[in-house]
């Protein structure tokens, strides 16, 4: 009895064995991927067998829902010796197993030509019974700056506050900028202050120092772009030479005036005294 008893205690430990032993996954890769719109990513799925595996494999790559109450969707699936790569239709044409033979331990699939709705948590279930196991890889598609514009706001003189500005139309979150001035290799005038997240510097009480050409780049996890702008400071307006000038114009304008008053009271004088004498020779 006792033997019977520890045999079927090796049984039960070499099965136990067995199945800890048997299919796994291995794959090394990041749960958490980045990648651009447009790009392509491989999805990694690599996994090994045991001899107690001895069911058909299957392969399944699902996009799990984020509402419980809604069903995951089947992106692409390997059974029964063979690929259903148009299984899901937004990715027909689009995902593809990495290895023309699965069952050699590669489940990866490569997914091209990525669009931001690819975002999402993707499940990779290998089934051989007895075993299964899964993994889970979290992909965000994130869209690269577009070439922001570089522009100034405020008047480009001395003492006045300038705002540099540069702006990208399109780019994901978390999208940042930064200013260099690359002309003359010097920083930022001293006078500014840089906003890294609306894209700004504001120079204030602007020096002629100030003006060269100044480079700003739009960055995110996926991608940068730039922009240059040339600043040319200028001196102020000659404030004493418009008053003289506007007095100038005034005495101008009087002394034109007195003439035209001059010139009429004469004519008016002179219609008079030939009337005068128009009456005396009568």
């Known amino acids: 009895m006792d033997m019977r008893v520890a045999r079927l205690g090796f049984v ?5 064995a067995g199945l800890i ?13 980045e990648r651009a719109s447009g790009d392509t990513v491989k999805l990694d799925c690599q996994f090994t067998l045991a001899t107690i595996d001895s069911g058909p494999l299957d392969i399944e790559w699902s996009l ?20 259903y790569e148009d299984y899901f239709p937004p990715m027909k044409g689009r995902v593809h197993f990495n290895s023309a033979d699965p069952k050699n331990g590669d489940g990866s699939i490569n997914l091209t030509g990525l669009k931001s709705t690819d975002s999402g948590t993707y499940q990779c279930k290998v089934k051989k019974a007895p075993g299964i196991r899964s993994r889970k890889i979290t992909l965000i598609v994130m869209v690269k700056p577009s070439k922001p514009r ?7 003189q001395e003492g006045k506050d300038i ?15 930064s200013w260099e001035k690359i002309s003359d290799g010097k920083l930022l005038p001293a006078a500014s202050v840089l906003d890294p997240v609306g894209g700004t ?10 003006s060269g050409t100044y480079r700003c780049t739009a960055t995110n996890p996926v991608g940068t772009e730039e922009c240059t702008l040339h600043l ?44 005068e004498i128009c009456n005396e020779i009568r």
């Open 12 to 16: 039960l430990l070499s099965l136990s």
């Open 21 to 33: 032993a048997g299919l796994d996954i291995t794959s090394t890769q990041s749960t958490s991927i």
């Open 163 to 177: 705002t540099l500005r540069c702006k990208s139309g399109e780019g994901s979150n978390p999208l940042q900028y």
């Open 201 to 210: 510097v504001n120079v204030r009480n602007a020096s002629a120092s100030a």
């Open 64 to 83: 799990l829902s984020s509402d419980n109450q809604k069903e995951d969707k089947v992106v692409i699936l390997y059974s029964g010796d063979r690929s």
């Open 150 to 156: 570089c522009y100034t706001e405020g008047p480009t």
């Open 232 to 275: 040319n400071i200028t001196p102020p307006p000659n404030t004493a030479g418009i008053i003289a000038g506007a007095i100038i114009a005034v005495l101008l304008i009087l002394i034109i005036i007195a003439i035209i008053l001059f010139c009429c009271c004469r004519a008016r004088n002179r219609k008079k005294y030939e009337k």
